[in-house]
């Protein structure tokens, strides 16, 4: 039993995690959170006040990071700006909170010698063919396509460069796509869920042959957890649950499921630069670690998010119009 600083618990990954340690754990939990649009204290609404404790504040916060690393046993880092499209227009805040943040976490971790966990994505591999059988493995060279996934790039060799230096006592993980409750409205399949339910027909960009490897936020929250349970100090591990599917079809099982037309969906301007598949091969985490996912099921898991969604409106409602009109400026 100890107490974990999570950087970021107030998004979408982040609070998942945050549930799944008070449901699974006796830790407790200081979650740090600037609480930027991304970020939302409704998700950690009904946790147990005496064991999660939000605090308002930037990563980059070096005196703020200071004072909470003295309070806690271990550190889980979530906080990022996150989503492509945002980093297209305007990459600036990628930089301060990606790269910067993490430095500024770096070197509490350092100073304290406390055991930090950084969380990663696959995009820092970059994309491969859709006829490929490869997929991303701890070996892949690094090549990543966006401001997003180049800043996360940069963040983990940081990290790495950190436990060479330093002997910092970190782990990273990078984990595919992500889906489940408390995602925000402006990522594929939030945004697709929450247009049939406003009558709105969802948006595929380009011909939607685009490929995503889905997991279930709870099972990323069980793999983090693993990994900083079992994970040896200065690797790597990938997280992901086999759940390859292009974007056309992710969107007609979302029609489906929702009593819809499966063509009730429109073709929009294709994201630049657009990777086109990611896949992930976590036989190391499964063999090394013994970590298997629960979510084998991607149309139940999406069908229990669609009703999530549907369930919790109040949750989505106030960022819906505002990101609708982002993406119809772009044509999107
Ligand atoms: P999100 O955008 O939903 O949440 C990010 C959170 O970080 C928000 O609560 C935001 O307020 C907070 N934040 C942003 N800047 C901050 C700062 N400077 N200081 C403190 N807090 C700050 O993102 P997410 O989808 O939950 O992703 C979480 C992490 O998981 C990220 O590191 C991301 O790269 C990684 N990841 C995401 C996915 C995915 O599918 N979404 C997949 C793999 C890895
Ligand atoms: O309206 C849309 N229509 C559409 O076709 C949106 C928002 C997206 N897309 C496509 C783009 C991608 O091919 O759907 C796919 C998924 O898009 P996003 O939800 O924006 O995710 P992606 O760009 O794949 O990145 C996500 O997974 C890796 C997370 O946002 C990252 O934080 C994570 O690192």
Redesign the pocket.
């Not at 984990?175 to 992500?178: I, W």
């Not at 969802?202 to 380009?206: D, I, V």
């Given at each position: 039993m100890g107490t974990l600083l999570v950087t970021g618990g107030a998004g979408f990954i982040g609070s998942n995690f945050v549930h799944h340690v008070i449901g699974n754990t006796d830790h407790s939990v200081i979650v740090l959170d600037k609480l930027t649009y991304a970020g939302n204290a409704a998700s950690l609404a009904g946790l147990p006040e005496d064991r999660v404790r939000l605090v308002e504040g930037d990563i980059a916060d070096a005196t703020l990071v200071d004072d909470l690393f003295g309070q806690v046993d271990a550190v889980v880092h979530y906080a990022?700006e996150?989503?492509?499209?945002n980093s297209l227009h305007d990459p600036r805040p990628f930089l301060d909170t990606n790269i910067v943040g993490t430095y500024t976490l770096l070197e509490a971790a350092r100073k304290h010698d406390r055991r930090f966990h950084h969380i990663?994505?696959?995009?820092v591999y970059g994309d491969l063919e859709l006829d490929d059988p490869a997929r991303f493995t701890e070996n892949t060279p690094y090549n990543p396509s966006?401001p997003?996934?180049s800043t996360?790039a940069g963040s983990d060799l940081l990290v790495r460069a950190w436990v060479r230096s330093f002997g910092v006592k970190a782990t990273i993980s990078n984990?595919?796509?992500?889906y489940g409750p408390y995602q925000h409205v402006?990522?594929?399949?939030p945004?697709?869920i929450t247009n049939v339910l406003r009558g709105i027909r969802?948006?595929?960009?380009?011909k939607?042959e685009?490929?995503?490897d889905w997991i279930h936020a709870d099972d990323h929250s069980s793999a983090v957890l693993t990994i900083l349970d079992k994970g040896v100090i200065g690797e790597t591990y990938l997280i992901g649950a086999d759940g390859e599917k292009d974007?056309k079809t992710?969107?007609e099982l979302i029609l489906s499921i929702t009593g819809q037309p499966a063509d009730a969906y429109d073709h929009?301007t294709d994201?630049p630069g657009?990777?086109m598949r990611?896949a992930i091969d976590s036989t190391k985490l499964r063999t090394e670690l013994g970590w298997t996912p629960r979510y084998q099921d991607f149309e139940a898991g999406l069908k229990a998010t669609i009703d999530w969604y549907r369930d919790n409106e109040a949750w989505w409602t106030p960022a819906k119009d505002g990101v609708e009109a982002f993406?119809a400026s772009k044509g999107?």
């Open positions: 990022a996150s989503h492509n499209d990663s994505t696959d995009e966006s997003y996934s996360k984990c595919s796509n992500n402006e990522k594929f399949i945004r697709q969802p948006k595929l960009y380009g939607g685009n490929v995503r974007n992710v969107v929009v994201r657009h990777d990611y993406y999107q």
